[in-house]
């Protein structure tokens, strides 16, 4: 691919340069070779091809954090079996893409209905324009009883016994690539519509087995994240140094204070995902103001929580990446009113995220060095946009895979 200079109204890096008026970005090998004034650059580099997108804005593209798009998408969304599986999660893939996301976090729980073992979902994304994780988790759900599966002992269920079994443990930890959703503290609501129900967020683990686990992950240097919702739970994720709270529903001020002296990140899901309401813009404004580096993820795809007043669906939907700018819309609003920075507001879309994958060498932000993963938009995504329609090009690795011109 040739070099090439891509200049903009404006260019949000979600760095250390914050935001250039009139900026211009120049691209080599798929990285971010300069980001600068357009006068500058246009001296600098007066041999390069230009790209002209003076009436558009660039940002870095977006990451979502947590998804289950491979895994519980294809079979929840399309009546497919196993050999067409993967041919609906690539649509997935795509509509993620379409939205503006060139990253995912997954989880990989050992879907009860699939065949496929951790190796084939790498295997699949390897040769893909996107950048995906994988959690390796262990997932408890309820109908008439609790069902517990993990992306280990694949497609059989285990007991809850097993949870805790150290090799299964071990395992898991080795497999993961980053802190997903590896344990659920609490088991989540079934079907993720239903929040009623004899077990809904009934707690799977107990405080030392959880800290024996942090322990294992810990001990192969890998970071752990949990499904977590309610004071006693996140208390107990704290109590146990969980790295990363996934949803945190119901988190209090005092336990906001806590996690932000432990260093423990948070991945907000204001869709649902958990047996409470999920995380209100007023929730993630908090917690931004306490200095945790809050991530908003959909944990697509999920039905809307109907209870809750900040979102805009007045169905049950299963919605998916297409609404990752719409959920966070009134948070990066109530933080622009707060007087936060557009490049702090965006990294919760974007270096945040990253930072949850332990990528974020390698994207979220727009400077030297990092791959030119970036959106060419109306708008910044998700504070003055929503409508995936306004983003008119993403480029992942400096190739353009998505071109609404
Ligand atoms: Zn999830």
């Known amino acids: 691919m040739k070099a ?38 246009k001296q600098q580099f007066a041999d390069l091809e230009v790209i002209d997108c003076s009436n558009h804005i660039i940002t870095p593209s977006l990451v979502d954090c947590h998804t ?23 649509a997935l893939l795509l509509q993620a893409l379409l939205s503006g996301i060139t990253a995912i976090g997954e989880q990989i729980s050992g879907q009860p209905q699939g065949d496929f073992s951790i190796e084939d979902y790498r295997e699949v994304v390897r040769s893909l324009p996107i950048n995906v994780s994988f959690a390796a988790t262990s997932i408890s759900t309820y109908l008439k009883t609790i069902t517990t599966n993990n992306s280990i002992t694949k497609p059989k ?57 942090v322990k294992t992950f810990h001990t192969l240097n890998k970071k752990i994240g949990v499904h977590v919702a309610g004071e006693e739970g996140i208390r107990m994720a704290l109590e146990a140094n969980v790295d990363v709270l996934h949803h945190a529903h119901g988190i209090t001020t005092e336990l906001i204070i806590l996690a932000a002296i432990q ?15 999920p995380n209100s813009p007023e929730n993630i404004v908090e917690l931004t103001v306490h200095n945790i580096p809050v991530s908003i993820a959909t944990d697509a795809y999920l039905p809307p929580d109907p209870n809750v007043s900040w979102l805009p669906f007045q169905d049950q ?46 994207f979220g932000s727009l400077a030297k060095g990092m791959d030119a993963n970036f959106l060419v938009s109306e708008g910044i995504p998700g ?23």
């Open 263 to 277: 260093g423990t990140k948070i991945v907000a899901t204001p869709l649902g995902g958990t047996h409470l309401p």
């Open 157 to 213: 269920d285990i007991e809850k016994g097993d949870l805790t079994n150290p090799m299964l443990v071990f395992q898991l930890a080795r497999e993961s690539d980053y802190p997903g959703e590896n344990l659920f503290i609490n088991v989540p609501p079934a079907n993720f519509i239903m929040k009623q129900g004899p077990k809904a967020g009934e707690f799977m683990y107990t405080i030392s087995e959880l800290k024996d686990i």
């Open 4 to 41: 090439y200079v891509i200049k903009a109204k404006k260019i949000v890096t979600v760095s250390k340069k914050g935001s250039i008026e009139n900026g211009a970005m120049v691209v080599r090998f798929g990285k971010v070779r300069e980001v600068g004034k357009w006068e500058m650059i």
């Open 68 to 90: 289950h798009l491979l895994e519980y998408g294809p079979s929840t969304l399309y009546p497919v079996a196993n050999a067409t599986h993967f041919m609906a999660g690539n």
């Open 317 to 362: 939907k299963l919605r998916g990446p297409e609404v990752l700018m719409e959920i966070a819309h009134p948070a990066m609003q109530l933080l622009k009113q707060q007087n936060f920075d557009e490049n702090k507001i965006l990294a919760l879309l974007t270096a945040n995220p990253a930072q949850i994958l332990g990528k974020e060498k390698l």
């Open 383 to 405: 504070l003055e946009i929503t409508d995936v329609n306004k983003i008119k090009a993403v480029y992942y690795k400096g190739e353009k895979v998505i071109s609404r011109n």
